[in-house]
């Protein structure tokens, strides 16, 4: 059973550019939720899909923006990129409707010049 | 506001020692309360969670954790060690309905294991 999966592992952007980052979740699941860990800090909520639709989302600016395809997959992209979204990007999967936790894919680590 | 406070940033223990690990959390409902581990550029592992009924979780590689809520805290231990254990542990909160919440992080705390 493949758990969360993520890509690219890593990538560098430059200071304007935009990104894409990719996330299957685990098989049965049906909600992605995308988190940013800046260095030395603790995971931040960005936002949560759910039947293709945004469900909930933290305090991000619209620079973040997401899909979710029928097949649950998810992206995540960040236009104008800053120097400041240096980060870890992590996709956490889970199932709606039941009382379980999430899993989480090993990250992107994006680098921003 | 909806909070999680993990007081150590750093703690250094000897191999074979004991180890706890505190975290209080701020949330107005009955809290979701998730343990995760994090070795060096890698994603989040769930060591233990609480949802409700017995306190005292128990969880993988020997950790366990104990839900008082009079505290606001679930603190988690470990009565010995291992060097593999060396790592960033996070502490969670799970706000909203259940199956759909988002987690609220602590900062972390690293762990150190002296040989």
């Known amino acids: 059973d493949a758990g969360v999966t993520q890509s690219p592992t890593h990538l560098i952007k430059t200071r304007g550019q935009q990104v894409t980052l990719r996330c299957s979740p685990k098989?049965?699941?049906?909600?992605v939720s995308w988190y940013q860990q800046a260095l030395g800090q603790g995971p931040q909520f960005i936002f949560q899909?759910?039947?293709?639709?945004?469900?909930q989302r933290g305090n991000f600016p619209d620079r973040f923006s997401g899909h979710q395809f029928p097949n649950y997959s998810s992206e995540l992209n960040v236009n104008a990129l800053l120097l400041g979204d240096s980060a870890l990007y992590l996709c956490?999967?889970?199932?709606?409707?039941?009382?379980?936790?999430?899993?989480f894919g090993q990250g992107t680590r994006l680098t921003v010049v | 506001a909806q909070s999680v406070t993990q007081p150590d940033i750093h703690i250094t223990v000897s191999e074979g020692a004991s180890l706890e690990l505190r975290c209080n959390y701020s949330?107005?409902?009955?809290?979701?309360l998730f343990w995760y581990v994090q070795s060096p550029g890698q994603g989040l592992q769930l060591l233990l969670k609480?949802?409700?009924?017995?306190?005292l979780v128990q969880g993988i590689k020997g950790f366990e954790a104990e839900f008082k809520r009079s505290q606001s805290s679930f603190n988690l231990r470990k009565p010995s060690v291992h060097w593999s254990d060396a790592a960033e542990y996070f502490c969670?909160?799970?706000?909203?309905?259940?199956?759909?919440?988002?987690?609220?992080f602590g900062t972390g705390t690293r762990l150190k294991v002296l040989a």
């Open positions: 956490a999967s889970s199932y709606r409707g039941m009382n379980t936790e999430a899993f």
């Open positions: 098989s049965g699941h049906d909600t």
């Open positions: 899909y759910y039947e293709e639709e945004e469900r």
């Open positions: 949330y107005g409902a009955t809290p979701y």
């Open positions: 609480y949802f409700s009924g017995d306190t």
């Open positions: 969670a909160v799970g706000a909203g309905d259940s199956g759909t919440y988002k987690y609220i």
